[in-house]
């Protein structure tokens, strides 16, 4: 973890941080005097650990162009919708003047930013992976409760994922379809796939199961702290099918061999909440496949990160190997 010392923010003109922390201050008075500024991770965003004299916060750097302000209103909404349904979150901090987001200068240009009260806990280990995503089934059942009762205009800025933003034309992190990585072979197999998924979705009556999802609610993005399950980053939170929600538990795992042991004790947990028909079961391993191809598209778009390096090319061609077994019907959870 980088450390960021508040007096070296301040004198250090290479920093994008120079001068956030009085900007911080003055927009949050209730965090008292900001002692210290800690990097924590970069994904979609720049997330940093404020510590203050009044406790800790988590600030989040929106990244330029990936969301607007009023579509992280209504993120921030639907978080503080959840948290008041008893659901387990990191609660968004409001300014002085009552609002979430506040907008700061910095050597970068202008940023978007957002505090939230720091949660204390740990991201799970593998070992921890089967009860924590039985524990993950049961909140999300409750989660979507939650998104059926809220109207349809509410929180209407979310984006909404259908197959074309997912992986289509309009795909948020573009195409899946590399042909320097991707060969003819290969890339029929996705084909025949999107078009056995589109044939599935095309007798799917979905009413009541779509609506506000959180559509990355994986392990990376909850926290354990005595015995419950605390679940943060809802900055892709989206309109979708709750059955997409579902699937992108396992995002990034969907190759591990454990996967269909851990989904299923979700799933068990799930249904205490919110039941699952027969169709939605059988159809469940194709959103899998759809969301795996989706992450192929992210993996493409953001090579340079670290987790991307990290999981390596050994990563995007297991992709096609899961692909393959959810067309054989290998992959149930019947």
Known sequence: MVLV?????????????????GQVSALYPQLGSINEIQFVTSSENHTYRIISERGDFAMRVQRPGYHCLEEINAELQFVEV????????????????????SQLHTVEGDRLVTLFHWVKGHHPEEVEFYDTY????????????????ITQDYTKSRPRWTLDEIIGSHAVWGSWDHPDYIDQPQRNLILGFIAE??????????????GLIHADMRPTNVLLHDGGVVTIDFDDCCHSWYLFDVAATVSFLEHRPDMPEWLGHFISQ?????????????LL??????RRVQLMAWYFSHRESVYCQS?????????FDVVSDIISHKISFN
Do not use: C
């Open 134 to 149: 039985g524990k993950m089934g049961s909140i999300m059942g409750r989660m979507h409760q939650v998104s059926t009762n």
């Open 270 to 282: 799930y249904q205490n909440q919110t039941k699952l028909s027969k169709q939605e079961v059988d």
């Open 5 to 21: 010392d508040y007096n070296s923010v301040i004198e250090s003109k290479a920093d994008p941080l120079i001068n956030m922390a």
């Open 82 to 101: 959840l948290s008041n349904n008893g659901i387990a979150t990191a609660k968004p901090v409001r300014r002085s003047d009552g609002h979430f987001v």
């Open 311 to 319: 999981i390596g090319d050994t990563w995007l061609y297991q992709s």
């Open 197 to 210: 998924l589109r044939s599935r979705l095309a007798r799917y009556d979905s009413t009541g199961r779509y």
């Open 285 to 290: 391993p194709f959103f899998i496949g759809l």
